[in-house]
C-alpha cells in the first residue's frame, strides 16, 4: 500500500539555521513521483517540487535543496539559512503512475516549521 | 483566471443547513480536485473530476456530499444538513493533465473556503 510519513510533527529553530525535513514513503509502483508543497499562515498550498522515480539527481534551489534517495525510501528537503519566511506547513506526497492509482496524490500529515527571529 | 479561485473565502452556517462551495480552476486545466483540511490535519481527499469522464467519488465521506462540474471550468462542492464535524478548510486545485509519464501532473491550489459549522 502507498504512504507517506512525515515523522517530525513541528520543528523550531531559529533563524538563519539550516533545517531539515524529513519524507519517507512506502509504494509498490517501480514509477512514482515525489512532491513538496508549502502551507503557509494564509492557507494556500503552494507547490515546491515534483521529482519522479527515475531521476535521483538532487535538486537544489536558491536556499532550497531535496535529497531523494531510492534505498531508503526518502525525499527530504532542507532548507539552508532559514527565514522567519519560512515558516509555514510543508507537506510531501506521492503520486503513483500505475493506471489503478488514479494517479491521486497521497499526503504526509505535514511538519510545521517555526522560524524564530 | 491566473490561479484557482474559490468562494467564499469565509463560510459560517448552522448545523442542518445546507452549504454550497465554488471553486474556479486555471483555466485549461482539466483536471479539477476537491480536499477537506481539518485544523491540524492533512489533506483529505474527496472527489476528482478529469474532462468528461466520470467523477472519482471514492473519498466522499457521506451522501451528505455531492459535488458537481460543468465541463472544464466551475465545480461546486455541496454539503447537505452540515454537521460540526464537517467544520474545516475545504480546498480545491487543478492541474494540466492528469497522469502519464509526461504529465503535467502537479496540482494548483486555491487559497480554499473555511467552513464553520455552528
Known amino acids: 500500500a502507498q504512504k507517506v510519513t512525515q515523522a517530525q510533527t513541528e520543528i523550531s529553530v531559529v533563524e538563519k539555521e539550516d533545517v531539515t525535513l524529513d519524507c519517507v514513503y512506502e509504494?509498490?509502483?517501480?514509477?512514482?513521483?515525489l512532491f513538496w508543497y508549502k502551507q503557509p499562515p494564509s492557507g494556500e498550498l503552494v507547490f515546491l517540487i515534483r521529482?519522479?522515480?527515475?531521476d535521483e539527481q538532487n535538486e537544489i534551489s536558491g536556499r532550497y535543496s531535496w535529497n531523494f534517495q531510492k534505498s531508503t525510501s526518502s525525499f527530504n528537503f532542507t532548507i539552508t539559512a532559514s527565514q522567519v519566511v519560512d515558516s509555514a506547513v510543508y507537506f510531501c506526497a506521492l503520486s503513483e503512475a500505475s493506471l489503478d492509482s488514479n494517479y491521486q496524490l497521497i499526503w504526509g500529515a505535514g511538519t510545521k516549521l517555526i522560524i524564530k527571529p | 483566471g491566473a490561479g484557482v479561485s474559490q468562494s467564499p473565502s469565509n463560510k459560517v452556517t448552522e448545523k442542518g443547513k445546507d452549504v454550497e462551495l465554488r471553486c474556479d480552476p486555471i483555466?485549461?486545466?482539466?483536471?479539477l480536485y476537491w480536499y477537506r483540511q481539518r485544523l491540524g490535519q492533512g489533506l483529505e481527499f474527496l472527489i476528482y473530476f478529469q474532462g468528461n469522464s466520470a467523477p472519482d467519488k471514492s473519498g466522499l465521506p457521506s451522501d451528505r456530499f455531492s459535488a458537481e462540474r460543468t465541463g472544464e471550468s466551475v465545480s461546486t462542492l455541496t454539503i447537505q444538513r452540515t454537521q460540526q464535524e464537517d467544520s474545516a478548510v475545504y480546498l480545491c486545485a487543478s492541474s494540466l493533465v492528469r497522469g502519464g509519464a509526461l504529465a503535467k501532473n502537479i496540482q494548483y491550489f486555491g487559497a480554499g473556503t473555511r467552513l464553520s459549522v455552528l
Open positions: 509504494t509498490r509502483d517501480t514509477t512514482y513521483y
Open positions: 521529482r519522479n522515480s527515475f
Open positions: 483555466s485549461g486545466h482539466t483536471a
